[in-house]
Each structure stands twice: as C-alpha cells, then as structure tokens.
C-alpha cells in the first residue's frame, strides 16, 4: 500500500483507527490453532458502520484486499490476511437497543459475545449462544461463522438466533437489514447469504438478536455410562421425557475425562472409578416452580435398572455445576499437554453417532498404531469433536505431518454417513480443498456465483470458503 492510499484511510478513521507498527499489528496476525501466520500491510479498526463502508469503498477500487476480524478466536484461519488490510470491529462496541417487548437485542459486530449475554441478562432474558471463547470472541464473527455450542440442542446456531442485519457490501455499499420482523415473506431472506459467509460475501456490521425467557430452574448432572450405544439411548429417552426442557447434552470420552483430571488444575473425576463414557446433561425452564429434579431422577432411575447408566452426579449449586462445566471446558487445553492433537470438528445423524465414533476410532487406529483417538461435543446435535491424540512417545511435529492423512479417513467415514466434515467451525483458510472434494459441483458452483456477484474484485477475504473470481 502507498502512503497516500494509507493516508486516505487514516482520514477516514482518524489516527487511533489505524495500526501501522510490525509490533502493535502482531496480535492480529496470530492465528488460535498457530497453523496459520498472517500478514497485512495496515490494521484498521473504524468506530462505525460508514467508517467500514468508507474503507472497503476505498480498498475496492484500489484492489485492495480486506480481512475482517472479530475477537481473531477462529480455528480454521477465516481471519488470517495474506497482505492488504485487517479490518477489526473491535471499537464498534455499542449495545444499541433492547426491546422488551419484541424480545429483541440490536447490537453492534464487535460486541464481545459474553457482553451480549450479560445485557441480555440485565434486562431479565437469555441470549442462548455459549462457546468456550465467549469471553473474547465478538457477535460479528460468531454470526459470520454461524457459531454452534452448547445450547445448539434446544435454541438453534446462531443463523437461528438473528432477526435483522446490517452489512457492508464488498464495494461498500451499506444493507440496512436491521429488521426486528419474525415475519417477512418479500423475496430473498438476505440475512441468510452474510451468516456463515465467514465475511466473504459483505461484512455485518450489527445484527438484532433474538431473546429468550431466562431459565429460572435448572438441574446439572454428571452421568457414567457403560458405552456409546447408552449415550445414545438415554439421549432418545431424555428427549422423550423432558422435551423443551433440555438444553445440552454433551458426552465425553474415558480418555478426554482422564486428560482432564489429569493435567487441569482444579479439576477431579467425580466418580470412584474410570467409565467408558461420560455425558454432561442439564434441563432448564423458565418456570422457577418446575420440578426439574423430579424429572431428572425419574429418567435415571429407569435407566439404571435397564444397565444404560452406571452412575450419576447432581450439582447442588451453581458453583457445582460451574465445575461439572469447567470439567467439559478444559479438554482442548488439557490435550495441548499430550503433545500434538489432529482436530476434526464433524457431524452426522444423531442416529449414527456412535457408529461413526466406532468405525472412526478403527480406521485411523489401524492407520497409525498407537494414536489415542479422544472424541467429546454435542451429542445432542450430532456435532462430534472428533480429536486426535499423538501416540505416547512420537514427535509431536511428525505426527502433525499426517493431518492430511487423518483428514481424509475421518472425513470419508463422516460424508459416507450422511455427514459434514465441517459442524461449527467453518470453513476458512484450513478446509477449501476439503469444501471443493467433498461438495456436489452444482453447490460449489453456486458458492462461487454467488462470490462472483457480490465481490467481483475478490477482494472480501479472499482465500476463504471458496476460490473467487479468476
């Protein structure tokens, strides 16, 4: 970039919208997995939506290249830049109306997500979206990469908890969607282009959020179970009972429990003895006089009379169940002490769950001896984070070298199913080839067309998702 295109942008943006010093720019060229070192020529962060529109005008026309970055939190390098600008939302920080009556939230993109939940909570409401990067990631990225996490079960991905949104276009126009309607049948549901668009088809600039009742019962339990198969019956028999009232079904494997307990300090098994498999299980209402436990207790006793649960814990307190949750929390980290870990973050039928943990945990057994396969996630939308632990002893560097080679197996086996290769994380930088082989052409053609339209120049993050224009 010359001085005089730099100069125009500081113009637009004044002097603290703009990051120029190798130093001060590092942060946003390092990428949460450290696959991916990015590089920019200038970090520009504008304080409102014409300041963004402004900039990516500019940038357009200049053939410019621009990244947008929310809370850089991403696991598949969706805000990694390869020269040109990063634009952050970080300053555009505003909680900009809240609506009682329409259960409605309207706020800017770089509110930070556990912000957004706090005012949602201040006004007596549930903003439901809840992911381990809460406390960093901000709302514009979670909605560009239609985030998932625990709540996914009852309340929907974030594509299902946005009403209206405002973009900026790729040649910087402005769409000004912000819309609080739950009916609005006039054509094309634009929304739906720029929510896991992963910022390459416009950038959301703020976004109305659906509200909910906030829960005013809840029961937590840490259950044992005997295998997967269990697993997926008591999550048949648990939707069958409770109905709306369950909100998150996670499992955890034996090793993931183990990894834990083992390297994370604060945390202990809460059981005498080790378990094949784990769930993490929690009902909540609005009803503060609902009996949450009576129904909790009713399933379990059923089902430790017909063997499919071996043992259970109750959080008595708040406290309680923050740690039953922390325990669940802290399997990423406590895999980062077992050296290297190959992640896969698919899905498939909730139905083949188990089958798919079964035929997967073999395949890539047989591949390489020894691999500790550490599966855990979201039963309850069949979102498996399918992990991949080194074997004992191996250099963590070589055994990364076959991530592509895990890749395929997993993958395979996933697609076979009727599945994803991609559940919550995205696409980004990390999985366009996997996109472009795994994708009916007729789709891949579409995503590319739609590119092509929105951003002819292919100057909105490109790289991601799908190739742009030639």
Same mark, same amino acid.
């Given at each position: ?283 909540? *209402? ?5 009996? /949450?436990?009576?129904?909790? %207790? =009713?399933?379990? !006793? #059923?089902?430790?009379? @017909? &063997? ?8 008595? *307190? ?5 740690? /039953?949750?922390?325990?669940? %929390? =802290?399997?990423? !980290? #406590?895999?980062?002490? @077992? &050296? ?25 057994? #047989? ?104």
């Amino acid at each position: 970039m010359d001085s005089h295109l730099v100069s125009q942008i500081e113009a637009i943006v004044g002097p603290k919208g703009v990051i120029s010093a190798e130093a001060d720019m590092e942060p946003y060229l390092v990428e949460e997995r450290g696959l991916y070192r990015g590089q920019c020529d200038l970090v520009v962060r504008p304080a409102n939506t014409e300041e963004v529109s402004k900039v990516v005008a500019l940038c357009s026309e200049n053939g410019i290249s621009v990244v947008p970055q929310g809370g850089n939190t991403g696991l598949c390098g969706g805000a990694v830049a390869d020269g040109g600008v990063i634009l952050s939302l970080a300053r555009m920080n505003k909680v900009c109306d809240l609506d009682p009556l329409n259960a409605t939230l309207t706020v800017e993109a770089g509110v930070i997500l556990s912000n957004v939940q706090s005012a949602a909570e201040e006004a007596g409401f549930l903003f439901p979206l809840s992911l381990g990067a809460e406390g960093s990631c901000q709302i514009g990225g979670n909605l560009a990469t239609n985030a998932g996490g625990v709540n996914v079960l009852k309340y929907g991905n974030s594509r299902d908890l946005v009403l209206g949104l405002e973009v900026v276009l790729p040649d910087g126009r402005i769409w000004k969607g912000l819309k609080g309607l739950r009916k609005d049948n006039t054509g094309y549901d634009l929304k739906h282009l720029f929510l896991g668009s992963e910022g390459t088809l416009g950038i959301i600039t703020a976004a109305v959020l659906k509200l909910f009742p906030l829960p005013r019962a809840k029961e937590t339990a840490l259950i044992a179970l005997p295998d997967l198969e269990s697993v997926a019956q008591l999550l048949s028999r648990t939707k069958a009972l409770c109905g709306d009232s369950l909100s998150a079904f996670e499992f955890i494997s034996q090793l993931a429990m183990s990894l834990v307990t083992h390297h994370v300090d604060g945390v202990s098994d809460p059981f005498e003895g080790e378990h094949a498999m784990y769930v993490l299980l929690e009902l909540t *209402s609005p009803n503060e006089k609902a009996d /949450l436990r009576a129904d909790l %207790e =009713s399933l379990l !006793e #059923a089902a430790f009379e @017909e &063997g499919l649960v071996e043992d259970a814990v109750f959080a008595e *307190s708040g406290q309680q169940a923050e740690s /039953l949750w922390n325990l669940r %929390e =802290s399997i990423p !980290e #406590a895999q980062k002490h @077992e &050296g290297g870990s190959i992640k896969h973050d698919i899905s498939v039928p909730v139905s083949r769950v188990a089958e798919f943990i079964a035929k997967a945990s073999e395949a890539v057994v #047989a591949a390489m001896p020894g691999l500790r396969p550490c599966p855990f996630g979201h039963m309850g939308d069949g979102n498996i984070h399918f992990n991949l632990t080194q074997p004992e002893g191996m250099d963590a560097k070589e055994y990364l070298g076959h991530w592509h080679e895990m890749n395929r197996i997993v993958h395979d086996i996933a697609v076979d199913m009727g599945g994803s290769f991609s559940a919550e994380h995205g696409v980004g930088k990390l999985k366009v080839d996997e996109l472009v082989h795994y994708k009916d052409a007729v789709e891949v053609d579409l995503m590319r067309t739609l590119k092509s339209a929105l951003d002819p120049n292919n100057t909105l993050n490109p790289g991601k998702i799908v190739d742009g224009p030639k």
